[in-house]
Nanobody, 126 residues
């Protein structure tokens, strides 16, 4: 069992930066792949960024490449998403997720992830 708790969301102006965190418990974050998804009102939950079990591979949605960075801190057992140059279209609830079955790579599909946090709201004003 893995428990995930997100924090760090908030209101930021367009062009600003924000960091959201996902504290894990139950297992060490370096033992499984993880990802960030987001869901805007009226839209499906979409993949934002992921990191593989080994930590050497990261994948990003095209819409956030070059602006967002996913990282994890094994000592703190926490996953981060650093978000720069934020746009109003980045407004959404951000969820972290754990894929404890995958040995290699990162899945873009939400169905691959067994554990989810409760989400944290990020709002970008224009």
């Amino acid at each position: 069992q893995v428990q995930l708790v997100e924090s760090g969301g908030g209101l930021v102006q367009a062009g600003g930066s924000l960091r959201v965190s996902c504290a894990a418990s139950g297992r060490t974050v370096s033992t499984f792949a993880m990802a960030w998804f987001r869901q805007a009102p009226g839209k499906e939950r979409e993949f934002v960024a992921g990191i593989n079990k080994g930590g050497g591979l990261t994948n990003y949605a095209d819409s956030v490449k070059g602006r967002f960075t996913i990282a994890r801190d094994s000592a703190k057992n926490t996953l981060f998403l650093h978000m720069n140059s934020l746009k109003p279209e980045d407004t959404a609830v951000y969820y972290c997720a754990a894929d404890t079955s995958r040995l290699y790579g990162v899945s873009y599909s939400r169905t691959a992830y067994e554990y989810w946090g409760q989400g944290t709201q990020v709002t970008v004003s224009s």
